[in-house]
């Protein structure tokens, strides 16, 4: 998430005391780490591994670090990201530095809600993952296995290594980011692309309570998750598979996992309204009257070892945008020649055609559904993930899947909070509201009729099928269902009113004060979202 600007505590209180009264709103600030990690077990519930409620509900993941130091306990309380902490220094005086996330050795068991040991004493480094959600102080978490691992038969019962556990610490309702890539996985199957799967589970550290997590999968080159070629360490040809995100963070990766798209030269997009633009337009990129804006380039997530490597990816990911573009707003047809290195101009080839040669157009329309369904606060900045696979056998389309981080979604912030409106591929807002912005990728083709009659099949196809029926169910079944855990989770964090993330939400969202209130106003939400888009996009 990008830096927010926090609001005055006296303008907090007026919000969320509008919605709920006699709340007790945090003047939260970034001390909120500090204070609440020195005092974790004052805030414990007294859990631990043998407390008699914990794997009734959920499976139990129980953590220890191999060290029985008494500073053991830091790699989970302790580390921000170092970005992060740079930032938050610049604007608060006297803010120490805290370590950055490191990996700590640990032993991991596993254990089923029916008692079923699935697995224990599984060696693994541990650390705490992501971006702004380090600072706060319940964090969420990387494992990574020495020895691969089935987790609660995720993604088919497929072992791997690699594993997250995500804190939803500024979700009250804890159910986005599930709800979501339940979503996404079933709107992406169709089309064999993939999405992480998901599942609760409660975590103890070193025998102490740590509350309730979403286990999901890391974001990774994998023949089980994203399905492109991985390269040999130090192999330095272009013929491999890239992972990339369009990342306004992508400044923090080193110079050789970075590049920027210009955008077929910084052209003007028309945003999708619903009323054709009303006249407007948007560049991609900065233009002269917008100095605030920032870049927003592309991070390479993927292993690569050379500047050729880099360059190919630059140019071709240049080159397939240009032929949208040109295809969309010209109606040209540009080709590439068989190196991939260069376009031009073709003569018996249609626009929508030369498209297609070169991007997955039914990954790129349900990218868009979901997009458009969730009104992710950062689909301008972050977490929107793209692969290419050049190997001898790889397809050599840009192909849209990964889908990632939506707690700031689904009517969690002041983004289409009533439910409607076009957001997706429309002029969108950063989260300090202090320029105007666009995702070019989800823009270029809106107003292609070919494309837009994908997004109409796709749309009705999923809505007909209940996909959107099964995911409110699942809100209220895992909200009444899981009572007792997520009242676990926040007698040990607390952050429903002590949480400095509550200025950013919408005044709904901040209203809700019980992880139940929060699922309800979740589900009405996504209910209102898909009547909207019903009747936008059903045939």
């Not at 494992?143 to 995720?154: N, R, T, Y």
């Not at 009323?275 to 233009?287: F, Q, V």
């Not at 790129?364 to 979901?370: P, V």
């Amino acid at each position: 998430m990008r830096i927010f600007k926090r609001l005055i505590a006296a303008s907090l209180s007026c919000i969320i005391l509008a919605g709920c009264a006699g709340s007790d709103p945090s003047g939260g600030s970034q001390q909120d780490n500090a204070s609440q990690s020195s005092s974790s077990s004052q805030q414990s519930s007294g859990g631990s591994n043998d407390q008699p409620d914990i794997g009734k509900e959920l499976p139990v993941l129980a953590i220890e670090t191999v060290s029985k130091e008494a500073n053991a306990m830091d790699f989970v309380t302790k580390p921000v990201n170092k970005y992060v902490a740079k930032s938050i220094a610049s604007w608060t005086p006297g803010y120490k530095i805290p370590p950055e996330p490191y990996y700590e050795a640990c032993t991991v068991k596993l254990t089923d809600k029916d008692g079923t040991v699935a697995f224990s004493d599984a060696a693994a480094q541990i650390k705490v993952r992501g971006n702004w959600t380090t600072k706060n102080s319940k964090k969420p978490l990387r494992i990574k296995f020495d020895e691969k691992q089935s987790m609660l038969s995720l993604n088919g019962g497929e072992k791997m290594k690699n594993w997250v556990l995500l804190a939803e610490y500024k979700d009250v309702s804890m159910l986005r980011n599930k709800t979501a890539l339940q979503i996404a996985k079933e709107l992406f199957a169709d089309d064999g692309l993939y999405s992480a799967d998901s599942q609760f589970v409660e975590v103890t550290i070193n025998g102490e309570y740590w509350g309730m997590y979403l286990l999901t999968e890391q974001q990774q080159i994998n023949k089980h998750r994203i399905n492109i070629t991985k390269p040999e360490e130090g192999y330095t040809g272009t013929d491999i598979g890239y992972f990339l995100e369009f990342d306004g963070n992508y400044k923090n990766e080193d110079k050789l996992n970075q590049f920027i798209v210009s955008y077929h030269g910084n052209d003007p997009l028309t945003p999708y309204d619903g009323e054709g633009g009303n006249g407007r337009t948007i560049t991609p990129l900065k233009g002269k009257n917008q100095d605030k804006r920032e870049i927003v380039g592309f991070s390479i997530k993927s292993d690569i070892y050379s500047q050729e490597q880099n360059d190919f990816i630059k140019s071709f990911m240049n080159n397939v945008y240009n032929i949208m573009y040109e295809a969309a707003y010209n109606h040209k047809a540009f080709v590439f020649n068989e190196s991939y290195t260069d376009i031009s101009e073709a003569s018996g080839v249609t626009p929508e055609e030369a498209v297609r040669k070169v991007v997955d157009v039914d990954s790129l329309a349900d990218a868009y559904i979901l997009a458009e369904l969730t009104c992710d606060a950062d689909l301008y900045w972050s977490s929107f993930f793209m692969d290419v696979d050049f190997s001898k056998d790889g397809a050599k389309k840009l192909v849209f899947e990964a889908p990632w981080d939506f707690d700031s979604a689904l009517g969690n912030k002041d983004r289409c909070a009533s439910g409607e409106g076009y957001y997706a591929a429309n002029i969108l807002h950063d989260v300090n509201n202090a320029y105007t912005c666009v995702n070019p990728w989800l823009t270029v083709l809106m107003y292609e009729d070919w494309f837009t009659d994908i997004i109409r099949e796709k749309w009705t196809s999923a809505y007909d099928s209940g996909i959107f029926t099964r995911a409110g169910e699942m809100i209220d079944k895992d909200s009444r269902e899981l009572e007792a855990a997520f009242e676990r989770n926040y007698d040990r964090w607390d952050n429903i009113r002590h949480n400095d993330d509550a200025g950013e939400w919408c005044w709904a969202s901040a209203a809700c004060k019980t992880e139940r209130e929060a699922a309800v106003y979740l589900k009405d939400w996504l209910e209102k979202r898909v009547d909207f888009m019903n009747g936008c996009w059903h045939k």
